[in-house]
């Protein structure tokens, strides 16, 4: 579903809120889901696999109605994200899908240099990343991505 740049604006607005996809390897669910939840928190409806699917779900086609559904996508690039294939295919839609424009947030958790170069696209490794802090009460600090997402609108 596109959003006109009216319906967008409403979304900035407080009237709708933008939908996120989150990005993540399996491994990594448990910060997935406190992401969703900090996102929540600042006005964004997050969507993740391990916290949104139920059993019996069509896994694939409830992931690609997701991706099909939302406006923006926070990849939580971590090494276990770099290895999987799942994460490198839901960034390469983000990367051609006209409702992500200038939405594709790559979010860097832990330190960087953990990273290897060679498994991250070569487009995403020139985007600004933004580092994943821990924030008060057991979330992370999800504001600067909040702030981007919503600036891109």
Do not use: C
Request: charged share 25%; hydrophobic share 45%.
């Amino acid at each position: 579903m596109l959003l006109s740049n009216h319906e967008r604006t409403r979304s900035i607005n407080g009237t709708r809120s933008l939908k996120v996809f989150i990005s993540h390897a399996h491994q990594d669910a448990a910060l997935a889901a406190r992401v969703a939840q900090a996102l929540k928190v600042n006005g964004l409806e997050a969507w993740d696999a391990d916290t949104n699917l139920l059993p019996g779900d069509n896994w694939a086609a409830e992931v690609a109605r997701a991706l099909e559904e939302s406006e923006a996508m926070v990849v939580l690039l971590t090494p276990d994200a770099i290895d999987s294939g799942w994460v490198l295919r839901e960034i390469e839609y983000a990367l051609g899908a006209k409702n992500y424009s200038n939405r594709l947030i790559p979010v860097v958790v832990g330190d960087r240099k953990r990273l290897p170069d060679t498994g991250i696209p070569w487009i995403v490794r020139r985007m600004p990343w933004i580092e994943l802090h821990e924030g008060q009460g057991g979330l992370p600090e999800v504001k600067p991505i909040a702030d981007a997402i919503r600036s891109a609108a």
